[in-house]
């Protein structure tokens, strides 16, 4: 059974760097589209952008010049980096898998439990 | 612009009753619609994909219809584990978006 772990700072101060990373166990990270998502504090989801296990590469417009997504197959693991972070950017951080291909592409069948993360000095 | 707009955003039901949520795009997404539940402090769970494909191991009183900008999630029998809120998300725009949530209460 594929299982994701998100891991990382809680804690990232403004203007530095948010990394984390989401390591995919129980399964093989080729096929799917590995994906971030956030949400605020008490606010709805948002979707940040996904990789594939070949690197293509697809983000959200408004954090395009702000983030970047990697993929390490030999670790199973892929990772989001979000540089210059404000306070804007506080949110429980989750990491899930979607399909990628057919009608079901996009769904995001497995999910991270999440991990918060705090911008603040 | 593109735009994903769910109603209501929020509403309140008792247990047996029908619940009906709705989520329309501004311009055609085909099928490439999916449902999730999320829980207070839980990730969110795929229930529907495809905009009426049952993910294995949702309860069948959870279904999806619709196609193109108008797309539906029923509940047909509201039952205590289903107090939650619920997105749609389409994924067929290369920038995937997320409805705004509706949170289901307890009438």
């Known amino acids: 059974q594929v299982q994701l772990q998100e891991s990382g700072p809680g804690l990232v101060k403004p203007s530095e760097t948010l990394s984390l990373t989401c390591t995919v166990s129980?399964?093989?990270?080729?096929?799917?589209?590995w994906t971030w998502i956030r949400q605020p504090p008490g606010k709805g989801l948002e979707w940040i952008g996904y990789?594939?296990?070949?690197?293509?590469?697809n983000y959200i417009p408004s954090l395009q010049s702000q983030i970047t997504i990697s993929v390490d197959t030999s670790k199973n693991q892929f990772s989001l980096h979000m540089r210059s972070v404000t306070a804007a950017d506080t949110a429980m951080y989750y990491c899930?898998?979607?399909?990628?291909?057919?009608?079901?592409?996009?769904?995001?069948?497995?999910w991270g439990h999440g991990t918060m993360v705090t911008v603040s000095s | 612009d593109f735009q994903m707009t769910q109603s209501p955003s929020s509403l309140s039901a008792s247990v047996g009753d029908r619940v009906t949520i709705s989520c329309r795009t501004s311009?055609?997404?085909?099928?490439?619609l999916s449902w999730y539940q999320q829980k207070p402090g839980k990730a969110p769970k795929l229930l529907v994909y495809a905009a009426s494909s049952l993910q294995s191991g949702v309860p069948s009183r959870f279904s999806g219809s619709g196609s193109g900008t108008d797309f539906t999630l029923t509940i047909s029998s509201l039952q205590p584990d289903d107090f939650a809120t619920y997105y749609c998300q389409q994924s067929y725009k290369s920038s995937w978006t997320f409805g705004q949530g509706t949170k289901v209460e307890i009438k």
């Open positions: 990789i594939y296990y070949s690197g293509a590469t």
């Open positions: 311009e055609s997404i085909s099928t490439y």
């Open positions: 899930a898998r979607a399909h990628s291909t057919g009608y079901s592409l996009g769904a995001l069948d497995i």
């Open positions: 129980g399964g093989s990270i080729s096929t799917y589209y």
